[in-house]
């Protein structure tokens, strides 16, 4: 069972952490991107960290459901701080993104 756990953890962060990472260049200037992408991936590195040292005492002390409570305002702040201030109109990347046309096999064609 730990083992599942850990791949989809592994998983989830295989999807997420580049996910995030474009994120920050799309909304940062060229020439703060290097700072800001470290700044990102440190902070990654300190709040799994922290979240996890912390989420274990509140654990130990009031079980395990308040963990999702506090998980699920974290979230709501991180995606109200996002609407406020994660859309950049101004920022250079805005438009940079262009799908590619895939061919797709038709049967019988």
Same mark, same amino acid.
């Given at each position: 069972? %730990?083992?599942?756990?850990?791949?989809?953890?592994?998983?989830?962060?295989?999807?997420?952490?580049?996910?995030?990472?474009? %994120?920050?260049?799309? %909304?940062?200037?060229?020439?703060? $991107?290097?700072?800001?992408?470290?700044?990102?991936?440190?902070?990654?590195?300190?709040?799994?960290?922290?979240?996890?040292?912390?989420?274990?005492?509140?654990?130990?002390? $009031?079980?395990?459901?308040?963990?999702?409570?506090?998980?699920?305002?974290?979230?709501?702040?991180?995606?109200?701080?996002?609407?406020?201030?994660?859309?950049?109109?101004?920022?250079?990347?805005?438009? $940079?993104?262009?799908?590619?046309?895939?061919?797709?096999?038709?049967?019988?064609?």
């Amino acid at each position: 069972m %730990l083992g599942a756990a850990g791949f989809l953890g592994g998983v989830a962060h295989g999807f997420l952490y580049p996910s995030f990472s474009v %994120l920050v260049v799309d %909304l940062v200037p060229t020439e703060h $991107r290097g700072k800001m992408i470290g700044l990102f991936s440190s902070l990654i590195g300190v709040g799994a960290t922290l979240g996890a040292m912390l989420l274990g005492v509140l654990a130990e002390a $009031r079980g395990y459901p308040p963990i999702y409570g506090v998980a699920v305002v974290a979230t709501l702040i991180a995606f109200g701080v996002f609407l406020l201030w994660g859309q950049s109109p101004e920022s250079e990347a805005s438009g $940079r993104i262009v799908p590619v046309p895939v061919p797709v096999p038709v049967p019988g064609a």
